[in-house]
């Protein structure tokens, strides 16, 4: 049992981070528009959870995942599936999470990615 509310389950504390992750998300979407960055800051293994099912991966295989203390991990939500973009980063640097400006009254934002990644990871 996780210990979160009553002792609640790891799938119900993966459904709950979810739900309120995808929540927020789309309410700062709405507000701020799709280049938004947004922080969660959490337990390890609530953030592996989120990580697991953006990767795809079992909840039973989250121990996997590597989450450092004050690590940064990144996940871009679209209307067809998450995206991860970082995982365990202890860099420092943040300020390639913030999209570059945008020029002139017609400049429009760049897509978020709608499909599966690229093969061979060049850009889209």
């Known amino acids: 049992m996780f210990p ?3 002792g609640e389950s790891m799938r119900a504390m993966q459904a709950r981070a ?7 998300d789309a309410r700062v ?3 701020h528009g799709p280049d938004a960055v947004w922080v969660a800051v959490s337990h390890g293994d609530v953030i592996k959870a989120i990580l697991a099912d953006a990767l795809g991966s079992h909840l039973d295989q989250f121990q996997r995942i590597v989450v450092s203390p004050a690590s940064v991990s ?14 365990n980063d202890v860099g420092g640097d943040l300020s390639g999470l913030v999209p570059p400006p945008r020029r ?3 400049a429009r934002a760049p897509k978020a ?7 061979g990871g060049g850009a889209s």
């Open 4 to 6: 979160g509310p009553e």
């Open 18 to 24: 979810l739900d309120a992750v995808r929540e927020w």
């Open 29 to 31: 979407a709405a507000e």
């Open 74 to 87: 990144v996940v871009q939500y679209t209307p067809t599936r998450p995206f991860v973009g970082r995982v």
């Open 104 to 106: 002139g009254r017609r």
């Open 113 to 119: 990615p709608t499909g599966d990644a690229v093969v």
